[in-house]
């Protein structure tokens, strides 16, 4: 019997995941990472918390399988707090889902994997892995051919924009069932089972932040959160005073504290200039951006090519023309497209398969 570990956080999803892992005929194992509140109780989150680990092991005990724990907070700390904290600090809007999936959670689940004798991992995200004719993804690793990161059929739901990180080797090991299914579907399933993650809320905002204020976050952890400095339009003109760049990101309308009959939006972030400069809707939608740390899970085969590129998790992707540039891509959209930040990620696609991804720098 082939062994699957599964992160578990608690969730309905990846409770859901090992359920339907352990009806195919696998034997779970699952596995919840400390991260965050444990050192610091007065930040309680819905997936990095104390409560989320337990009732993980609680829908473990129910359907039957092992759980356990690993203690990751100082990798975690290390590669997603502090470089979150610094991102905004220099005026970029890092995503710290992608970090964590790039740095802590996949490269953890698959060196327990190793140590626990496991073949595979899984998670709950809803996406899937497949390859060119649909069948096992080690058997086809094995033969030589291609496997493919693939949007889940839940458009409404599909992550696999936060996955674009991972090699083909890393998709080579891993299960993502919830790809097939639909939101309102696992939920059916988990209360089928009386799982009391079943009407757990889902979490919107970053798991460690725990009253979605990222500002009082930042400023409580470093000591280079900005000092207040001019807002400015387009024409040069000082509309008001912001209250330090780690405030503001690229599209931000709320906040701005500007009184006039039509709104402003951040469009750029200069921290050099300690300044905020603000526009129209039409000023902060960008045409052309560029894309550094790029990574391929679809090498291209030519360094000019058509694509749908997404900017942010809940945009859809639009279509583009893609050019390589010695380690950057120049990305032109058909269209202009709202507010690419720098920080925040550009994912390619070529219909439903992710080709790759990078960071926007613009």
């Known amino acids: 019997m082939e062994k699957v570990i599964v992160g578990m956080s608690g969730g309905v999803d990846s409770s859901v995941t090992a359920h339907l892992l352990k009806q195919r005929g696998f034997e779970i194992e699952g596995l919840s990472f400390i991260l965050w509140e444990a050192r610091n109780r007065n930040n309680f989150t819905t997936c990095c918390s104390l409560e989320a680990m337990n009732g993980a092991s609680k829908t473990a005990e129910v359907l039957g399988i092992k759980h356990s724990a690993v203690d990751v907070r100082d990798e975690f700390i290390e590669k997603v707090i502090e470089p979150f904290v610094e991102a905004y600090t220099k005026g970029i809007t890092p995503n710290p889902c992608i970090l964590c999936n790039k740095y802590i959670k996949f490269p953890f689940l698959l060196k327990e994997?190793?140590?626990?004798?496991?073949?595979?991992?899984?998670?709950?995200?809803?996406?899937?892995?497949?390859?060119?004719?649909?069948?096992?993804?080690?058997?086809?690793?094995?033969?030589?051919?291609?496997?493919?990161?693939?949007?889940?059929?839940?458009?409404?739901?599909?992550?696999?924009?936060?996955?674009?990180?991972?090699?083909?080797?890393?998709?080579?090991?891993?299960?993502?069932?919830?790809?097939?299914?639909?939101?309102?579907?696992?939920?059916?399933?988990?209360?089928?089972?009386?799982?009391?993650?079943?009407?757990?809320?889902?979490?919107?905002?970053?798991?460690?932040?725990?009253?979605?204020?990222?500002?009082?976050?930042?400023?409580?952890?470093?000591?280079?959160?900005?000092?207040?400095?001019?807002?400015?339009?387009?024409?040069?003109?000082?509309?008001?005073?912001?209250?330090?760049?780690?405030?503001?990101?690229?599209?931000?309308?709320?906040?701005?504290?500007?009184?006039?009959?039509?709104?402003?939006?951040?469009?750029?972030?200069?921290?050099?200039?300690?300044?905020?400069?603000?526009?129209?809707?039409?000023?902060?939608?960008?045409?052309?951006?560029?894309?550094?740390?790029?990574?391929?899970?679809?090498?291209?085969?030519?360094?000019?090519?058509?694509?749908?590129?997404?900017?942010?998790?809940?945009?859809e992707d639009k279509p583009a023309s893609v050019e390589i540039i010695d380690d950057r891509v120049m990305v032109v959209f058909d269209e202009p497209q709202w507010a690419p930040a720098p920080g925040q990620s550009a994912v390619f696609y070529d219909g439903d398969k992710v080709i790759g991804g990078g960071i926007i720098v613009i």
């Not at 595979?120 to 996406?127: L, R």
């Open 113 to 315: 994997a190793e140590k626990r004798g496991a073949e595979y991992i899984a998670t709950g995200h809803y996406a899937r892995v497949e390859s060119n004719n649909q069948q096992s993804a080690i058997s086809d690793q094995q033969r030589g051919e291609k496997i493919f990161l693939k949007k889940g059929i839940d458009p409404k739901k599909d992550q696999s924009y936060v996955l674009y990180v991972l090699k083909p080797d890393d998709l080579n090991r891993l299960l993502l069932p919830l790809g097939e299914y639909r939101k309102e579907e696992v939920r059916g399933i988990a209360r089928l089972l009386r799982l009391d993650a079943a009407e757990r809320p889902e979490s919107q905002e970053i798991c460690f932040i725990e009253d979605k204020n990222y500002f009082k976050f930042i400023e409580k952890l470093s000591p280079l959160a900005g000092d207040p400095g001019p807002i400015v339009d387009k024409q040069g003109r000082v509309l008001g005073t912001h209250k330090g760049i780690h405030c503001y990101t690229i599209g931000q309308r709320k906040g701005l504290g500007i009184s006039s009959p039509e709104p402003y939006y951040v469009t750029k972030v200069d921290i050099i200039k300690n300044a905020i400069y603000v526009g129209s809707p039409e000023d902060a939608r960008i045409k052309e951006i560029f894309v550094d740390d790029m990574n391929w899970i679809i090498a291209p085969e030519s360094n000019s090519f058509k694509a749908a590129v997404k900017v942010r998790s809940m945009m």
